[in-house]
């Protein structure tokens, strides 16, 4: 497609439930970017891939969440035994670098997110 | 590690009044800075970037924004809102090569009134 596109849009699951958000980047894009959007919070960072490999998972906040990209394409990002305080929108975006290295001067396109309930 | 403050959490401005979004960074060495939009419903997207050279930048839909290394700010600025314009603003730092996430301020809303 033309864009980033993420699924499901909305996800709500019980307390200790796993849960799998998908997210497919633009076509071609090398770079893939997880962040969080808690409630009155800004973006917080997650994790990154540059083709399938992760070079920076630090802001992982527990072992509970993953992620995984395979083909250089698709990725999916894992939260395991779910909590309250997970509830969030889960955004990815993907880049492509301009310069052969990535790098922040890279522009990442946002996907629209997925909205997540725990209850 | 690079931060990001926005004072302002919510602004509201009447149709066709100019706007200012203020942004505040933290960061050792030179920045990349960064101004996203997110309406209701969409993803973010960019409006603006500064790496280096000017330090007034042009965007889309008729936004600017000015570095000033002296008060380490990144302003967003637009002469006349849109009714379009309603959303959240998020101003953004990067590190630049080896360091590829952005970090982003907690957004300001922003309404429009006729």
């Known amino acids: 497609g033309a864009g980033v596109s993420q699924s499901p849009s909305n996800k709500v699951t019980e307390k200790g439930k796993d849960v799998e958000l998908r997210c497919d980047p633009i076509?071609?894009?090398?770079?893939l970017y997880w962040y969080r959007q808690s409630l009155g919070q800004g973006l917080e960072f997650l994790i990154y891939?540059?083709?399938?490999?992760?070079?920076?998972k630090s802001g992982l906040p527990s072992d509970r969440f993953s992620a995984e990209r395979t083909g250089g394409s698709v990725s999916t990002l894992t939260i395991q035994r779910t909590q309250q305080e997970d509830s969030a929108v889960y955004l990815c975006?993907?880049?492509?670098?301009?310069?052969?290295?990535?790098?922040?001067?890279?522009?990442?396109?946002f996907g629209p997110g997925t909205r997540l309930t725990v209850l | 590690a690079q931060s990001v403050t926005q004072p302002d959490i919510h602004i509201t401005v009447s149709e066709g009044a100019s706007l200012e979004l203020r942004c505040n960074y933290s960061?050792?060495?030179?920045?990349?800075l960064f101004w996203y939009v997110q309406s209701p419903g969409q993803g973010l997207q960019l409006l603006l970037k500064?790496?280096?050279?000017?330090?007034l930048v042009q965007g889309i839909k008729g936004f600017e924004a000015e570095f000033k290394r002296s008060q380490s700010s990144f302003n967003l600025r637009k002469p006349s809102v849109h009714w379009s314009d309603a959303a959240e603003y998020f101003c953004?730092?990067?590190?630049?090569?080896?360091?590829?996430?952005?970090?982003f301020g907690t957004g300001t809303r922003l309404t429009i009134i006729p």
């Open positions: 500064y790496f280096s050279g000017d330090t």
């Open positions: 960061y050792g060495a030179t920045p990349y």
């Open positions: 975006a993907s880049s492509m670098p301009t310069s052969g290295v990535t790098s922040s001067t890279d522009t990442q396109y």
């Open positions: 953004a730092v990067g590190a630049g090569f080896g360091n590829e996430k952005l970090t």
């Open positions: 076509s071609g894009h090398t770079a």
């Open positions: 891939f540059q083709g399938n490999s992760a070079p920076d």
